[in-house]
């Protein structure tokens, strides 16, 4: 199963580092590694930039934020790789770090060292190689929703747990929180959104239902599959927005991202993963299974939707700023104007539905 290994690609020129500094500094604090580093990128690069760096005997995964102006939060090297150490002893699906560097001389940025873990991962469809059929799917979609499960079950009442985030509250402090970077990424000829932003003040929750671990990014493209037995997921990646919180807002989060089948032209080409796939889960068919499973009530979804949805929003109009200002040169961007006013749209219609 080699050719459904998720491989790296050709670097870009405005995301290239100093190669021999991050080398001289990594050989200071990994045992067994020599020779001179090769270097490539992932895919994707949207937020926060990932790396492998190839050694004759090792394989290294780097990860540090993008060029250009960004927000704190969303871009702490120290914090992602301090959850992710964190949370290791109780969620074995988080790479091991290897090495963390704060200082800025390096490559002008922090950023961390992680194991690679190889495997497959699913981008936008299904590669051929793994030979899926439909039943293959469905039981893999529901062991994705498994290990969003497991996550949801740490226990948090250890103390270094607790230290990941502040937990209770967090539903108003994400609306009035991800409101407020709405407002700040506009730019000229932006919709406003004013009015999806104040269906969400108003309607939403009293108080969060409980206080879990939760992701806060958990797509396809974020977990990694094992090359031989591709149904089992073998690890997690991408833990930037983890934090404590509402696990209902984590699964509206990933919703925001479920593309399904019969959704329009527009939606479909937002598609990252493969959740069109004859047997993936409806978004309806995924929400009813995490409650099956968790015993939460989501009947009515349609505040954690259309949040998710507004997240997803604001995420783009945030990343098309960076682009309009000439912080990020990559044609990618261009479209994502467009992008962030049909997630407004598509929020508006949900709204229209819902009768919370």
């Not at 079950?153 to 970077?181: C, F, L, M, N």
């Not at 000229?188 to 939403?204: H, I, N, P, S, Y």
């Not at 089948?261 to 978004?283: C, E, H, I, K, V």
């Amino acid at each position: 199963m080699s050719d459904t290994l998720d491989q790296p690609r050709a670097l870009r020129d405005e995301d290239a580092f100093d190669v021999a500094r991050v080398d001289a500094f990594l050989k200071q604090r990994i045992a067994g590694l020599h020779g001179t580093p090769t270097l490539a990128q992932f895919p994707g690069g949207a937020s926060n930039l990932t790396y492998l760096l190839t050694y004759p005997d090792h394989e290294l995964v780097l990860r540090r934020p993008p060029a250009g102006a960004k927000a704190k939060s969303a871009h702490d090297m120290l914090r992602e790789a301090h959850v992710m150490a964190t949370l290791k002893p109780q969620y074995p699906y988080v790479p091991e770090i290897l090495a963390i560097c704060d200082d800025e001389a390096v490559i002008g940025q922090h950023f961390y060292v992680m194991q690679r873990l190889r495997g497959s991962i699913l981008r936008r469809d299904l590669p051929a190689g793994l030979g899926m059929r439909a039943d293959d799917v469905r039981t893999l979609c529901l062991s994705f929703v498994d290990r969003l499960v497991e996550l949801h079950q740490v226990d948090t009442s250890r103390p270094d747990i607790q230290q990941i985030g502040k937990g209770e509250g967090y539903i108003a402090r994400q609306v009035a929180g991800w409101s407020d970077r709405w407002r700040g990424a506009l730019t000229e000829g932006t919709d406003a959104c004013e009015d999806v932003l104040a269906w969400l003040a108003q309607k939403q929750p009293p108080r969060d239902n409980a206080v879990c671990v939760i992701h806060n990014d958990y797509r396809f493209d974020n977990v990694v599959l094992d090359p031989q037995q591709p149904l089992r997921i073998i690890g997690v990646l991408d833990w930037e927005m983890a934090t404590l919180g509402d696990p209902l807002m984590d699964l509206g989060g990933s919703l925001a991202y479920w593309v399904q089948a019969d959704d329009d032209a527009t939606f479909q080409g937002f598609r990252r993963q493969p959740s069109n796939a004859p047997g993936m889960l409806t978004r309806r068919e995924l929400v009813d299974y995490y409650g099956s499973r968790t015993g939460w009530h989501v009947d009515n979804f349609d505040f954690y939707e259309v949040f998710g949805l507004f997240r997803l929003m604001v995420i783009i109009q945030q990343i098309y700023r960076r682009f309009v200002l000439g912080q990020t040169t990559n044609p990618q961007f261009a479209g994502f104007g467009h992008a962030a006013r049909y997630m407004g749209e598509r929020c508006r219609g949900i709204i229209a539905r819902s009768v919370l």
